[in-house]
């Protein structure tokens, strides 16, 4: 069934646990996605970032994922992934969105604050929530030192300031994770998150969680952490298992019978996330 972020992050909060929200750009990864959540009886959150949407279309894709969400067992939200731009934010709510992230963590604090604060005007009356991030999450290949990442780590008290001010459902933090690929093991500030969690005691969203270990990500979900993107080994799982396929079929040409084993491959990897992240059997 599709619903709205809220809905699911509303009673991960509750429960302590945390959802999985990953990124598709196609029909396999949807499938991956959805199956594999039908089979542990798991909440899911599917997310289209603005590139996915260019690529894939925007009719297209929210045919792909609002189709197969309704036939869902389980609830599935259909969420903007970094919106950046006020215009695609609006052509997801009319496209059928049920979550949108407005990105604004480019803009000083006051500039966030208003246009975020425009999109929930916008989109609480339709039923869509929203997240918003404060502070910058990164990209792993950002050429920053460890006090530069320090600085643009999210302020509790600006995060209380902001949320009071935007009413966003909500709020990805920067916490030390980064987007992409990481090239030592990812250190995150979990007092820092443990503070913003006694303060806003809402959904916290974590991103760049590709590739955090178990015990970073089973210590984030304990401490708050109620939404965790995972992109990045879903790209990896594609890429090795269908290098592997056409390395053992080179013959193989039809692209059903090429695309069935990176689709598995994606599958097994959100069932495992599911099930680190505690959301198992909570459909
Ligand atoms: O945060 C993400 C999408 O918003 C995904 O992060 P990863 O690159 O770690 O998968
Ligand atoms: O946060 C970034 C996501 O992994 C989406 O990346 P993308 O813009 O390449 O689709
Ligand atoms: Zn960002
Ligand atoms: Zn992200």
Redesign the pocket.
């Known amino acids: 069934m599709l619903v709205s972020g809220k809905e699911i992050l509303q009673k991960a909060n509750e429960g302590g646990y945390a959802v999985g929200?990953f990124?598709t750009s196609n029909l396999e990864i949807t499938q991956a996605i959805i199956e594999a959540a039908e089979e542990e009886k798991a909440p899911v959150i599917i997310?289209v970032?603005m590139s996915a949407i260019k690529y894939a279309g925007i009719e297209n894709i929210a045919a792909i994922v609002i189709t197969a969400a309704k036939n869902a067992s389980v609830p599935v939200a259909l969420h903007l992934?970094?919106g950046t731009d006020f215009n695609v934010v609006m052509q997801c709510l009319r496209n059928g969105w049920t979550s949108i992230?407005f990105d604004g963590s480019k803009y000083p604090f006051e500039e966030n604050v208003a246009i975020t604060k425009n999109i929930v005007n916008i989109a609480h009356p339709m039923g869509v929530s929203v997240e918003a991030e404060l502070g910058k999450?990164g990209?792993?290949e950002d050429h920053i030192t460890v006090d530069e990442r320090e600085a643009t780590m999210t302020d509790p008290d600006e995060a209380v300031r902001f949320v009071e001010q935007t009413g966003v459902d909500y709020l990805?933090i920067a916490i030390g994770?980064?987007?992409?690929?990481y090239k030592g093991e990812p250190k995150l500030d979990f007092d820092r998150l443990q503070k913003i969690k006694s303060l806003l005691k809402m959904p916290i969203v974590?991103?760049?969680?590709?590739?955090?270990p178990e015990e970073s990500i089973v210590k984030a979900v304990k401490l708050g952490v109620n939404k965790i993107?995972?992109?990045?080994?879903?790209?990896q799982a594609f890429d090795s298992a269908i290098r592997s396929y056409l390395n053992e079929n080179p013959n193989q040409y039809d692209p059903r019978k090429i695309l069935a084993a990176p689709r598995e491959a994606m599958k097994k990897v959100v069932a495992q996330k599911i099930r680190m992240f505690g959301s198992s059997g909570k459909a």
């Open positions: 929200a990124n997310q970032s992934d970094h992230m999450i990209g792993t990805a994770t980064a987007h992409g690929v974590l991103h760049g969680a590709s590739g955090v993107n995972i992109d990045t080994d879903l790209r």
